[in-house]
């Protein structure tokens, strides 16, 4: 201590201050999330780390502004956790370029897509400017598969023992422990959604395909003339004919689009209900959390009738 | 008259080729995407960069991506047409750090420099047809430059960035009294922040120290852009240069966006409010000469899809001409109406009225009309 004070007291300050700091970024492992989905995995995973999520549910995930508020975010990263397959190409990358933290570049241990760890469904050839907002790597909504999202926890487990390695024995626990109570969930998902197999839907955009797909329900159309494009007129009065003689069990929307669309639709078909469902975890309850999420939407579509 | 259409045709082909070879999967590999660019306008602007007629405006071919584990890399080649030719360029070619410590980044090449809001952002991602006067008359409506760049972001909860930046100088001021290596320098502080779930901001102020002093001529002195002296504003200014420049320049910038809960797909308004203040404007001016101009901007995302605006643009300036100056006042309001049902287009027609309140004798009121595709992949949008 004598070298320390004899010292001007502002060195010493300094020094306290610098090593405050040197601490506190020792402790806390902060991880940066494109999505909400993503940060409630982390939460599953990493509970004393400091997760931001760049959006939430009633925001549309393809269209989301670089903000100044999120470049600072993911400057002081340590991970960043994102779908990837071109679902966030408007804003990622922007981001990443301007945070000027090399931790979450394309390529670092610290920039984890799931979309790399899982298979996507539907891929598309590549297409004109025309066709609407194309993703041909394939649909990028892949957390609305729960065996998807155990692919990804295995992903994440594995880069937060990279990035964070003096809590690797936590992290290789808590994935286990993750990996044994998700499996039970998803037969117990299964046993419960099995009335829905065989069902048909019409939605807008292609947000569920993965929860349909999973549950075996089928979606007979899609409210968005192009992908990313909203309903128009003339192409919910097509759906309309197409799905008259046999009318869908729900017409579902996220919570971040415009239910009008749908509600035209389903008043058009008469006695068909419309569902305004989160597409991702929400805030509130009841869908605070993944598993809280699942037992929502399965909730919700068992109820239309 | 015909080589605009041709030459388009030509890009939107090799464009469309281009994006189906590059739009493949590589979320870690170079991609490549194109901008076309068309207007229709009633007539030209004072300091306007439109002609009379259908025209190609900014279009351009870029690519970007990695280069190894440190650095990144874009190029981007330009097309616009200009008093019925069409005008090619390298708009961008520079190389980024990526993993530099402590927030650092360092570029160097040609680039847009990030003075102002606007400059550096690609004018296809603009909110009307025409750049807000300030650009069009202190930095030739986009100016990218050779150069260097040093860049810090803070660790801070809100976002704060300090840059520094040096050019040659001569996209700036095309012809110089003396030319010098290193002709501009630009310092830069950012900051910014969400006020809550639905409000947020961006506030700036840049320094350009400019020693690049523009060439004065015998006769009606010219200003580095055309035209100048008693008849300034005749016809427009070049694509690149600025028609009034001086040795310091200030300009102060605040944006503001608001989207009911961060959902900006249905509804947003932006609004950016910005002056500049430019002195030291050559070896006659005394210390009561400068040049100002500012610009409010709004615009209304009022449904998926639709977006309506008006901005207001106000400038005054010393003219050169031979040893004392004369004085230049223009003042324009625009208001345009956009539908955009993808991220690949946009339609997007504006009136605007021009006022001469001196020197601007080209003045006028103009109706214009603009598309803009995008082919492939393209580089993310900046706030």
């Known amino acids: ?305 | 008259m015909k080589r605009p259409y041709l030459t388009a045709a030509m890009l939107a082909a090799a464009a469309t080729a281009a994006g189906a070879a590059m739009a493949q999967p590589a979320p870690t590999g170079w991609q490549a995407g194109a901008v076309l660019d068309l207007t229709a306008a009633s007539r030209a602007l004072a300091l306007g960069q439109r002609d009379k007629g259908l025209r190609l405006g900014h279009s351009d071919l870029t690519v970007f991506g990695p280069m190894g584990p440190h650095l990144e890399a874009q190029g981007t080649a330009a097309l616009h047409s200009h008093e019925r030719k069409v005008e090619a360029e390298v708009e961008e070619a520079w190389v980024q750090t990526r993993t530099l410590p402590a927030g650092l980044q360092l570029r160097a090449g040609r680039f847009a420099s990030q003075i102002g809001y606007l400059n550096e952002q690609h004018p296809h991602a603009d909110d009307f047809v025409e750049r807000p006067l300030l650009y069009r008359a202190f930095l030739g409506g986009h100016w990218n430059d050779d150069g260097v760049r040093l860049n810090w972001v803070a660790p801070t909860p809100f976002y704060l960035r300090l840059g520094a930046e040096a050019f040659r100088g001569k996209r700036l001021v095309d012809e110089a009294a003396a030319e010098r290596p290193l002709g501009a320098a630009v310092f830069s502080a950012r900051l910014g922040g969400d006020l809550n779930a639905s409000h947020s901001w961006q506030a700036g102020l840049s320094l350009l120290r400019n020693r690049r002093e523009a060439a004065v001529h015998e006769e009606g002195g010219e200003a580095g852009g055309e035209g100048a002296g008693h008849d300034h504003g005749h016809g427009h200014s070049h694509a690149h240069g600025a028609a009034f420049s001086g040795r310091r320049m200030w300009v102060g910038e605040v944006a503001w966006k608001w989207a009911p809960e961060g959902n900006n797909s249905r509804q947003q308004v932006r609004i950016a409010y910005e002056r500049a203040q430019v002195r030291g404007l050559n070896r006659f001016a005394v210390r009561g000469d400068k040049h100002v101009a500012d610009y409010l901007s709004v615009v209304w995302r009022f449904a998926p899809a639709w977006e309506v605006g008006g901005r207001i643009d106000a400038l005054s300036v010393r003219i050169p001409h031979d040893d004392h100056f004369h004085s230049g006042k223009l003042r324009e309001a625009s208001v345009m109406l956009a539908y955009k049902p993808t991220h690949a287009q946009t339609l997007r027609v504006q009136a605007t009225r021009q006022r001469n309140r001196a020197g601007f004798d080209t003045a006028g009121n103009a109706l214009q009309l603009q598309y803009i595709l995008s082919f492939g992949a393209h580089a993310a949008h900046s706030f």
């Not at chain 1, 090399?102 to 610290?110: E, F, S």
């Not at chain 1, 994935?175 to 998902?189: N, P």
């Not at chain 1, 007129?233 to 415009?258: C, F, I, K, M, W």
């Not at chain 1, 068909?272 to 919700?300: K, N």
Request: aromatic share 6%.
């Open chain 1, 1 to 305: 201590m004598q070298p320390i004070r004899s010292r001007p007291p502002w060195r010493a300050a300094l020094l306290a201050g610098a090593l405050a700091l040197a601490a506190g970024g020792a402790q806390a492992l902060s991880v940066f999330t494109c999505e909400p989905e993503w940060a409630a995995l982390v939460r599953e995973l990493a509970p004393h780390a400091q997760v931001h999520s760049a959006t939430h549910a009633r925001q549309d995930p393809h269209h989301i502004e670089a903000r100044p508020s999120l470049i600072a975010a993911l400057r002081r990263a340590d991970l960043a956790v994102c779908t990837g397959a071109s679902l966030e190409a408007g804003w990622l990358p922007m981001l990443q370029q301007r945070s000027g933290n090399a931790k979450v570049q394309n390529g670092a241990p610290g920039m984890l897509y799931a979309a790399d760890h899982v298979s996507l469904i539907d891929p598309k050839p590549p297409g004109t400017p025309f066709d609407g907002d194309v993703h041909t790597e394939g649909n990028p909504h892949v957390h609305l598969d729960p065996r998807r999202i155990l692919d990804v926890a295995r992903a994440l487990g594995e880069q937060l023992q990279v990035v964070d390695a003096p809590r690797r024995d936590l992290y290789r626990q808590r994935l286990a422990a993750f990996e044994v109570g998700w499996r039970e969930r998803i037969a117990q998902w299964e046993r419960r959604a099995a009335p829905l197999r065989g069902s048909r839907v019409a939605a807008q955009h292609t947000t569920y395909a993965y929860l349909f797909r999973w549950l075996g329900i089928e979606q007979v159309a899609d409210l968005e003339p192009k992908p990313g494009m909203p309903p128009s007129p003339g192409h919910l009065q097509r759906v309309l004919e197409l799905t008259r003689a046999n009318p869908p069990r729900a017409v579902v929307v996220s919570s971040y689009q415009d239910a009008n669309p749908a509600q035209w639709l389903a008043q058009q078909l008469g006695r068909v209900p419309v569902l305004q469902m989160p597409a991702t975890v929400t805030e509130e309850p009841p869908a605070a959390s993944l598993p809280a999420l699942f037992d929502h939407l399965i909730e919700r579509l068992l109820a239309a009738r």
